[in-house]
T-cell receptor
Framework: GENVEQHPSTLSVQEGDSAVIKCTYS??????FPWYKQELGKGPQLIIDIRSNVGEKKDQRIAVTLNKTAKHFSLHITETQPEDSAVYFC???????????FGKGTRLSVIA | GAGVSQSPSNKVTEKGKDVELRCDPISGHTALYWYRQSLGQGLEFLIY????????KSGLPSDRFSAERTGGSVSTLTIQRTQQEDSAVYLC??????????????????FGPGTRLTVL
């Protein structure tokens, strides 16, 4: 089955700097890759996703890139703010309507 | 509009007791998923419902776990004879269903706040 590896497990950045989180997946049939942000005591919140027919997607300060050949995808957050501090999860599935396989998460701390 | 809701938000039970966790999906979402998040771990898939199709139970860790979805909406996850290793946050998610998933939109999974289960 699918296996998703996520790095780093923790990441500290200064406010205003960029943060990059990387994930790799094993199943070449996977074609949907969402990213979730989870704050303490809350459920995961979908922040951006990408499908295999595109290589990059942006939404304001957040961007995701996908390299299907290498089976890896990354989350980029620019101009980080303290409110970006949370745990971020990447995931993969064969479509948006099948169960997601998640990475172990990255705890991002933005230091003011 | 209202998001996915789950109840209770917290549940403390004694080892060996049965528990029921409830999920109310977003109105109109025909797909419903249960995941489990253990301390320090990622999210682990448990079971998936889509419309009137037979559920995908491939993620259930043992036969003590079961789930049902009545009327295509509300779902209940039941854990029988709870064990301490069942302690976790149980998350429910829902999504729309589109057959052409590669090019389509709207089939993103939206999560509820979770139920924190503690088995003493």
């Amino acid at each position: 089955g699918e296996n998703v590896e996520q790095h780093p497990s923790t990441l500290s950045v200064q406010e205003g700097d960029s943060a990059v989180i990387k994930c790799t997946y094993s199943d070449s049939a996977s074609n949907y890759f969402p990213w979730y942000k989870q704050e303490l005591g809350k459920g995961p919140q979908l922040i951006i996703d990408i499908r295999s027919n595109v290589g990059e997607k942006k939404d304001q300060r957040i961007a995701v890139t996908l390299n299907k050949t290498a089976k890896h995808f990354s989350l980029h957050i620019t101009e980080t703010q303290p409110e970006d501090s949370a745990v971020y999860f990447c995931a993969a599935s064969k479509s948006g309507n099948t169960p997601l396989v998640f990475g172990k998460g990255t705890r991002l701390s933005v230091i003011a | 509009g209202a998001g996915v809701s789950q109840s209770p938000s917290n549940k403390v039970t004694e080892k060996g007791k049965d528990v029921e966790l409830r999920c109310d999906p977003i109105s109109g979402h025909t797909a419903l998923y249960w995941y489990r998040q253990s301390l320090g771990q990622g999210l682990e898939f448990l079971i998936y419902f889509q419309g009137n199709s037979a559920p995908d139970k491939s993620g259930l860790p043992s036969d003590r776990f079961s789930a049902e979805r009545t009327g295509g909406s509300v779902s209940t996850l039941t854990i029988q004879r709870t064990q301490q290793e069942d302690s976790a946050v149980y998350l429910c998610a829902s999504s729309l269903w589109f057959p052409r998933t590669l090019a389509g939109v709207g089939n993103e999974q939206f999560f509820g706040p979770g139920t924190r289960l503690t088995v003493l």
